[in-house]
């Protein structure tokens, strides 16, 4: 079957093949096709495409799970949303989530994802105890924290092999609700303010308005909250909405957008407001919406997000909102985020400070903008997340990770530079 | 709590069959030839959802050993779903007869077999409910798979009938038509996105339509307008035609 990314772009064919077994899985990394592992395909651009996928979701057995320690073992192809209905009514929750639990374990881990409490409990990586992994030989072997093939294969984008099951460690907790409060600010100096009051609560987000002008530039509402202690886990998957088909392409423009974002900022009071919510509407809400990426017409769309560090975070942001906002181009999305300190894993995309992710419909100059914002992110030593990418160019992606020579040579040693490869890991040369 | 059998325990559609029901409480009967091959999934399912779930020896084309198979169930479920199915290239059934052969005795047959004897205790106790995995292919006889088509429209008759005998017994009979299905079974066909459903939509396509006493249902449900125009392609075109 033909897979593709969640931003719809590039529309490529290819060819999947479904990890169903590990013999199975052998016989077509001996082959002498060049393959991608493949998860669930919300990856945004080019990083899990390739002629040859191997879809991994169809591996998907829970293998145990001990509620002493909280540690489950199962297979990479088992997605977040699986664990959360099966354990937030025993009491546990993930450690660390994105904003959407329709992701597998595989996917997690290769793209080392964070969440809203990154500022506490650092990437996914943090609460791996080990994995095993299928390399290009085809032997398989289980990584444990401190090996080298942990660090390169967290945040690796799946070019360091296969990975088949993993053991995590859930965290507890004593309610399906957070506590959560919301905080409506004017401009960026008070967006930032309110994320460094709040950095003691365990998540936070930020919704900014992109097409805010002068004074107004980065003005957002600041959700924060932590678990509530109710006792009440009464969780169920909640029902969704469906987008059934590809908006026309005109569906989405400055008007539209502009109109949304007033009325999402509209529809907050002033200044400080408390609200209890579930996890779904906390941590997922656009999962509620299946095929969202569907609102952005058949011609797809891209998310550009970098990371600023800490100390020039504030300039760095300033500038680029407002070249988006005299570009005129309409992000239907943007989401600003507070980081702690960086891991050692090679390819991980955090680093302290501060991070913006914004939607774009795919369009004429588009491509020419993101060159220019790439220009202001690589002038304030930021980096640009691999995992939404799909047009970075080699020379802006290298000069944002240090590590790339030490994760370039291992592939070369290990011949993964042969057999795993994606449209995005030939773009930027790793 | 109670149980559900599932026949052709095997097939990733069985195992997403086997979640849905396991999720919504309802205990396990896994059937299929190797129960080696289904302890995985049983142990998922119990860490997943805290459900018993039993695996049991069953061949569908040992139709003798049927009878016995049910009799040994010591609480006997309250659903049975035969999910079991093989489909092999046409070319191979027309030039293997052996082939042809496994292909009717497992979608038709032995289907037939074990559906008789569970069907005549449900009829006594008057209760229970029937669902059959049949198929799209059924619905018309095409030249690119007929032998494998014309044993799901048997299927698909035999389940019509039986829904008709057991109405006055309240015991409920519904009849799935899955299109196509990204499954190990179709795995080397180039099936188009949208026609084609996963296996665990399917499940829970299965599991809507069975609560709410359905009769039949395709699912993609797409497919019951292909199918109707299909069907009503008159047979002096579709004769012509390679669809």
Not at chain 1, 77 to 83: D, F, P, Q, T, Y
Not at chain 1, 295 to 315: A, E, H, M, N, R
Request: charged share 25%; aromatic share 12%; glycine share 8%.
């Amino acid at each position: 079957m033909n897979l593709n990314s969640w931003g719809m772009y590039p529309y490529i064919k290819n060819k999947s093949i479904s990890l169903e077994s590990r013999d199975r899985l052998k016989i077509e990394i001996l082959s002498d096709k060049e393959l991608i592992p493949f998860g669930n395909g919300r990856s945004y651009g080019d990083s899990a495409l390739n002629e040859n996928i191997i879809y991994c979701k169809p591996y998907n057995y829970f293998l145990d799970f001990d509620d002493e320690s909280g540690i489950l073992h199962c297979q990479s192809g088992v997605l977040l949303s699986e664990i959360i209905e099966a354990f937030v009514p025993k009491g546990w929750f993930l450690k660390v989530t994105p904003g959407t639990k329709l992701i597998t374990i595989g996917g997690a881990v290769a793209s080392d994802i964070h969440g809203k409490n990154h500022h506490v409990e650092g990437c996914f990586s943090e609460c791996v105890e080990e994995f095993t992994l299928m390399l290009a030989n085809g032997e398989i072997t289980t990584c444990k924290r401190d090996d080298e093939l942990f660090l390169a294969t967290c945040g690796g984008m799946g070019l360091t092999g296969v990975i088949l099951d993993a053991k995590i460690s859930l965290k507890k907790i004593n309610s399906k609700y957070i506590n959560q409060t919301t905080i409506k600010t004017k401009n960026l100096q008070e967006t930032f303010e309110a994320f460094e009051k709040y950095a003691y609560l365990p998540y936070s987000v930020a919704w900014i308005d992109c097409l805010a002008k002068d004074e107004n530039i980065g003005k957002c509402l600041l959700m924060v909250g932590d678990f509530a202690d109710d006792g009440n886990l009464d969780f169920k998957d909640s029902r969704k909405l469906n987008i059934p088909f590809n908006f026309p392409s005109f569906a989405l423009n400055t008007l539209s957008v502009k109109a949304f974002n007033w009325l999402y900022y509209k529809k907050s009071p002033h200044g400080e407001s408390k609200q209890k919510v579930d996890i779904d509407t906390f941590f997922y809400p656009l999962d509620a919406i299946n095929n969202w990426n569907r609102i952005y017409g058949k011609g797809g769309f891209t998310q550009y997000q970098f990371i600023l560090p800490k100390d020039v975070s504030y300039d760095g942001l300033k500038e680029i909102l407002g070249t988006i906002s005299k570009s005129g181009k309409g992000s239907f999305l943007a989401v600003l985020k507070l980081y702690g300190k960086g891991n050692e894993n090679y390819l991980s995309f955090p680093i302290e400070g501060y991070s913006l992710a914004l939607d774009f419909k795919i369009e004429k100059g588009l491509f020419e903008l993101l060159d220019k914002l790439d220009e202001i992110v690589l002038k304030y030593n930021g980096r640009i997340y691999l995992t939404k990418d799909v047009r970075v160019s080699k020379e802006t992606f290298e000069k944002g990770y240090p590590s790339i020579e030490k994760f370039r040579k291992f592939r070369k040693d290990n011949k993964m530079d042969k057999k795993f490869n994606s449209l995005q890991s030939k773009r930027v040369g790793i | 709590m109670s149980y559900i059998l599932i026949i052709g325990a095997k097939s990733d559609i069985a195992k997403e069959i086997a979640r849905v029901y396991a999720k919504n409480g309802y205990n396990i009967y896994l059937a299929g030839r190797d129960i080696e091959s289904m302890r995985d999934l049983a142990n998922d399912i119990k860490i997943r959802y805290n459900i018993e779930i039993e695996l049991k020896e069953f061949d569908i084309i040992d139709f003798g050993s049927h009878q016995s198979f049910y009799n040994k169930l010591e609480v006997k479920p309250i659903g049975t779903i035969v999910v079991a199915g093989y489909m092999s290239e046409q070319k191979e059934c027309e030039e293997n007869w052996t082939e042809t052969l496994n292909t009717i005795n497992v979608n038709y047959t032995g289907a037939v077999s074990i559906l008789n004897i569970i069907a005549n205790d449900y009829e006594i106790n008057k209760k229970g409910f029937i669902v059959g995995v049949s198929s799209v292919a059924g619905d018309r006889g095409r030249k690119a798979n007929y032998i494998y088509g014309s044993s799901k429209a048997a299927f698909s008759a035999y389940l019509g009938g039986l829904r008709n005998r057991l109405f006055e017994s309240h015991v409920h009979v519904l009849t799935v038509k899955p299109g196509f299905v990204n499954t190990k079974m179709t795995k080397e066909l180039d099936l188009p996105p949208k026609l084609t459903a996963q296996p665990e939509d399917v499940a829970d396509d299965i599991y809507k339509a069975q609560q709410k006493g359905k009769s039949i249902i395709y699912t993609k449900s797409i497919w019951r307008y292909i199918m109707l125009i299909i069907k009503h392609i008159p047979e002096f075109i579709f004769k012509k035609m390679s669809i």
